[in-house]
T-cell receptor, first 111, second 115 residues
């Protein structure tokens, strides 16, 4: 089955800097890659996603890139703000199969 | 957008008792719902896939007799933790999707504490 690895486990940046979180997946047939943001004690919220037929997708300050050959995808957050502090999870799945999550990255943005 | 409601948001129960958690899709029909468990500072681990009108599919290592799942309608799935023990204390989250080829919408989660 699918296995998703995520790095780093923690990331601290200064406000205004960029943050990059990377994930690798094992199933080459996976074709959908969402990213979730989870604040403490709350539900995960979908922030951006990408399909395997696209190499990059951007939504304001966040972007996701996908390298199908290397089987990895990354989340990029530019101009970070304190409210970006949360745990971020990547995930992967194939078609309507179950969604498998990475181990999470705790992002801290210092003012 | 799709809304998933989950109740209760938190519950404290005594060891040996059972607890039922409800998950509802409010504005769409969900033939499939998913139940995840999350321990502190850990990832979301899929416990089981709940299918309307049929038996749930459990992940390896999850005891189906302990975590009873019922998906009796297109908008409601329930998870019952039977004979709860302190090690069952965790954050349980359900999720559903209008279109399973995309991502899921999560419920607000239930923090279970077994004393």
């Amino acid at each position: 089955g699918e296995n998703v690895e995520q790095h780093p486990s923690t990331l601290s940046v200064q406000e205004g800097d960029s943050a990059v979180i990377k994930c690798t997946y094992s199933d080459s047939a996976s074709n959908y890659f969402p990213w979730y943001k989870q604040e403490l004690g709350k539900r995960p919220q979908l922030i951006i996603d990408i399909r395997s037929n696209v190499g990059e997708k951007k939504d304001q300050r966040i972007a996701v890139t996908l390298n199908k050959t290397a089987k990895h995808f990354s989340l990029h957050i530019t101009e970070t703000q304190p409210e970006d502090s949360a745990v971020y999870f990547c995930a992967a799945k194939r078609n309507t199969d179950k969604l498998i999550f990475g181990t999470g990255t705790r992002l801290q943005v210092f003012p | 957008g799709a809304v998933v409601s989950q109740h209760p948001s938190w519950v404290i129960c005594k060891s040996g008792t059972s607890v039922k958690i409800e998950c509802r899709s409010l504005d769409f029909q969900a033939t499939t719902m998913f139940w995840y468990r999350q321990f502190p500072k850990q990832s979301l681990m899929l416990m089981a896939t709940s299918n309307e009108g049929s038996k749930a599919t459990y992940e390896q290592g999850v005891e189906k007799d302990k975590f009873l799942i019922n998906h009796a309608s297109l908008t409601l799935s329930t998870l019952t933790v039977t004979s709860a023990h302190p090690e069952d204390s965790s954050f349980y989250i359900c999720s559903a999707s209008e279109d399973l080829s995309y991502g899921y919408t999560f419920g607000s989660g239930t923090r279970l504490t077994v004393v």
